[in-house]
């Protein structure tokens, strides 16, 4: 699925994103930056088939990396505070190919991949630009149990248990984006704050 950026009546040059540090993304330097993302995580060996686990923080350049896995492969959020045990848990129950963090983070001394057998691609980030490298190849799945047509699996908070893990179609995200946008009257005119983590359904 693609996702669109700004619309018929001129906002592709509008601001679509903003990050700490206040420098602005348009609409179409947004959907620009996606494509060449895209194009990049296809030849890293990555497809519409395959499921990517991304472990980043708070930078909204998250935002850029979650769309174009969102337009490439299935996405697979994770909370990137989770200790190396919850990690193991979490991705060892989940059809995963490859795993996204950034480079030079704690991640990156991890063992657990090689365990795993997961393909690592690494991203660095100086403002706006992200570029994406792997020194490994894409793994195939341990397991093959998500629905067809997943565009983005979540996991439930667990506090009852062991999380459970939610696979939702691009139709799912599309109809959440209208209702949310609906419910709150939202406009091209309204700048919105995001307090919530990537790895959540409302981030």
């Known amino acids: 699925m693609h996702y669109t950026f700004g619309d018929a009546a001129g906002q592709k040059e509008t601001t679509a994103l903003i990050d700490q540090n206040n420098r602005h993304l348009s609409y179409a330097d947004l959907e620009k930056q996606v494509h060449c993302l895209k ?12 499921s990517v ?12 990396l979650s769309i174009s896995l ?21 991705l ?3 059809p995963i190919q490859a795993v996204v963090f950034e480079k030079g983070s704690p991640h990156s001394r991890f063992d657990l ?4 057998g997961f393909h690592v691609i690494e991203y660095e980030c100086n ?20 629905p067809q047509n997943t565009a983005l699996v979540l996991q439930t908070s667990g506090t ?3 999380p459970n893990f939610v696979p939702l179609t ?3 995200i599309s109809a959440s984006i209208q209702n949310l946008t609906r419910s709150l009257k939202l406009s091209n005119h309204d700048l919105c704050l995001n307090m919530l983590p990537m790895f959540h359904v409302g981030g």
Do not use: C, M, Y
């Not at 194009?39 to 395959?50: M, Q």
């Not at 991304?54 to 909204?60: C, D, F, M, Q, V």
């Not at 492969?73 to 990690?87: C, G, M, R």
């Not at 991949?113 to 795993?116: A, D, Q």
């Open 113 to 116: 991949w090689k365990t795993l």
């Open 70 to 90: 969102l337009e490439t492969a299935t996405l697979v959020p994770i909370n990137p505070d989770s200790t190396l045990q919850e990690l193991h848990q979490t």
């Open 170 to 172: 691009h139709a799912n």
């Open 127 to 146: 403002g706006w630009d992200v570029t994406l490298s792997s020194n490994g190849q894409k793994s195939e799945a341990l397991i093959d149990d998500l």
């Open 53 to 64: 686990a991304l472990i980043a923080g708070r930078n909204p350049v998250v935002a850029l």
């Open 160 to 162: 009852t248990g062991q």
């Open 39 to 50: 194009l990049r995580f296809r030849e890293l060996g990555i497809g519409a088939t395959d």
């Open 92 to 94: 060892k129950r989940l």
